[in-house]
Nanobody, 130 residues
Framework: QLQLVESGGGLVQPGGSLRLSCAASGFTLEYYAIGWFRQAPGKEREGVSCISSSDGSTYYADSVKGRFTISRDNANNTVYLQMNNLKPEDTAVFYC???????????????????????WGQGTQVTVSS
């Protein structure tokens, strides 16, 4: 059974940092593009960042460019999201999801259209507050 598990969320002050992890089980994450999404209270879920399976190409939403960095460790079957200079508006539940690697160009063109992602984690809460 394909499973993704997020971890690393928590409460952080504005300007602080967190690193989220997305660990895969039941499949080899190396063959999938992996995306991070977030859903703030009362808002729709939005794509934040994704990384290809092959050459490590990445995509970032404008709202997180320069502050978030996505990376993958295929040996440990894990993808990370390093989040720096966090702002209160980053408060949300963060999810990771997997898409077939061949769809990466489509994910970029559509800003991470959710229908392309077939497996989702349960989410981890990130709260940015003083």
């Amino acid at each position: 059974q394909l499973q993704l598990v997020e971890s690393g969320g928590g409460l952080v002050q504005p300007g602080g940092s967190l690193r989220l992890s997305c660990a895969a089980s039941g499949f080899t994450l190396e063959y999938y593009a992996i995306g991070w999404f977030r859903q703030a209270p009362g808002k729709e879920r939005e794509g934040v960042s994704c990384i290809s399976s092959s050459d490590g190409s990445t995509y970032y939403a404008d709202s997180v460019k320069g502050r978030f960095t996505i990376s993958r460790d295929n040996a440990n079957n894990t993808v990370y999201l390093q989040m720096n200079n966090l702002k209160p508006e980053d408060t949300a539940v963060f999810y990771c999801a997997a898409a077939p690697h061949r769809l990466f160009p489509y994910l970029i063109a559509t800003k991470m259209r959710e229908v392309a992602f077939g497996s989702w984690g349960q989410g981890t809460q990130v709260t940015v507050s003083s």
